[in-house]
């Protein structure tokens, strides 16, 4: 190139420096068509070191004959036919969305990264640095196909662009990255609800690969699970996060490594103090109020206690909507329903008192024509109309006065007729 360019400089000279051969127009145009020439090939130059310079675009340009993909069957696990590939786990949890009781499964979203080492991809490299792709190249390699067990739903997030990560070393150690939020199932025990503290984990496990071809295990022992520090829930409170590992037996298909993710749920209570314990308490103290209220005042004392009843029954429908239907007794319902039995207990209780107190009564009027104590029968008639107590001497007084006012206002409806009879009388005379 260097050369060329030497050559058409030394053209232009000898045309410039031969004006007698050349007519001075053409001497003009052959100077610019070298200029441009000279100008092409310095550009082409600065361009050709450029690109030896930015070794990551010819990288891109040239990656997959340099990480060999073209020659390989990728559709095969990395040392097919001979020992299981072991392939390294560890998770970075980034937050627990929700716990339901109802349905019994949590959400989690976090990292899951993946390492294992084939030998297919590795490339030769004097600085020894990895190359990093995005989800378009996993199409074409293999890697682990692992599944979450007892999973309802889950979904890599796609915002803006997949969230996968693969990074590639010289040797064929590969790191592959995504971001998952998982719904998975979580078996509650409510006995003790609540006052419970559950136990949930989130499985990993091969779904094509037997333990003869895939062994999966945590990268770094206990420390392959890593949280936030801002983890919270509103209704619990995060005890443990552990890592364990095991094997899973299907009859049709053999044995399998499987990973566990293991945390410790503890309830917060004070928000089931608020809401059922303290007004289930309420409506026990307030049946028991039906106690100072007089035995014969039968509209107060039967309406306080079948509003309490109502109560109590619209907490305990209210916390059966926000649970499972289990076939066992929780906690939570063995105290709602003695505080209804002690309610249902006040309204007994008046019944049967007031049953069995008119008998009695009836029982001493049959006997001695009067009822003992200091209510008569109109008074106890009454009372049991209205709810309200109607003493003797006052009902007699307020029916003597009633009786003075009555005579009173006739005399004197008889002396006004009379004196405009007389009236009438002496205007006929006169």
């Keep these: 190139m260097i050369l060329a360019s030497q050559l058409v400089f030394l053209t232009c000279i000898w045309i410039t420096l031969t004006p007698d051969v050349f007519a001075a127009s053409e001497i003009k145009k052959s100077y610019q068509r070298c200029s441009a020439s000279v100008k092409r090939a310095r550009e082409s130059k600065q361009e050709t070191r450029m690109r030896n310079n930015d070794s990551t675009k010819a990288w891109l340009l040239k990656y997959k004959q340099l990480l060999h993909i073209e020659d390989h069957d990728f559709a095969m696990r990395p040392g097919f036919g001979g020992s299981p590939v072991p392939v390294g786990i560890d998770v970075q949890i980034e937050s627990l ?39 378009r190249l996993i199409e074409k390699i293999w890697v682990p196909d692992i599944f979450f067990v007892h999973s309802k739903r889950s979904f890599i997030h796609d915002t803006t662009v997949e969230n996968i990560m693969l990074r590639v070393y010289p040797d064929g150690n590969v790191l592959f990255s995504l971001r998952i939020t998982v719904s998975a199932m979580c078996f509650m025990d409510f006995s003790r609800f609540p006052l419970d503290t559950q136990n949930c984990s989130l499985e990993l496990e091969s779904y094509a690969y037997t333990e ?22 509103s209704q619990f409170f995060v005890e443990e996060f552990s890592a364990s590992s095991g094997f899973a037996f299907y009859s049709s298909t ?53 509003t309490t009843v109502l109560t109590m029954s619209t907490i305990i429908s209210g916390m059966s909507a926000s649970m499972p239907q289990v076939s066992y007794i929780k906690a939570v319902d063995v105290y709602l329903w003695v505080s209804s039995l002690f309610v249902f207990l006040s309204v007994i209780e008046y019944a049967a008192v007031n049953y069995l107190t008119t008998v009695e009564e009836w029982k001493q009027f049959k006997k001695t024509g ?61």
Aim: with cysteine.
């Design 370 to 430: 009067k009822i003992s104590g200091m209510y008569n029968i109109d008074t106890f008639q009454a009372m049991a109309f209205d709810g309200c107590y109607h003493d003797s001497k006052t009902e007699m007084e307020q029916t003597s006065f009633s009786l003075h006012s009555e005579e009173d206002a006739m005399r004197g409806r008889s002396t006004a007729i009379k004196l405009d009879y007389d009236n009438d009388s002496r205007s006929i005379d006169s």
């Design 254 to 306: 053999g044995w399998y490594n499987r990973l566990f993710i293991n945390f410790v749920l503890r309830r917060h209570i004070f928000f089931f103090v608020l809401q059922t314990y303290f007004p289930a308490m309420l409506m026990v103290m307030l049946s028991w109020v039906s106690f100072w209220i007089d035995r014969r005042a039968v509209p107060a004392r039967v309406s306080l206690g079948i």
């Design 97 to 135: 969305d929700s716990i339901s009781e109802v349905n019994m499964d949590f959400t989690m979203t976090f990292y899951l990264r993946h390492y294992w080492k084939d030998e297919r991809l590795s490339f030769p490299s004097t600085t020894n640095k990895s190359m990093t792709f995005d989800h």
């Design 212 to 233: 003869e071809d895939l062994m999966l295990y945590w990268k770094h022992g206990n420390k392959s699970l890593n949280t936030d520090e801002h983890i919270s829930l």
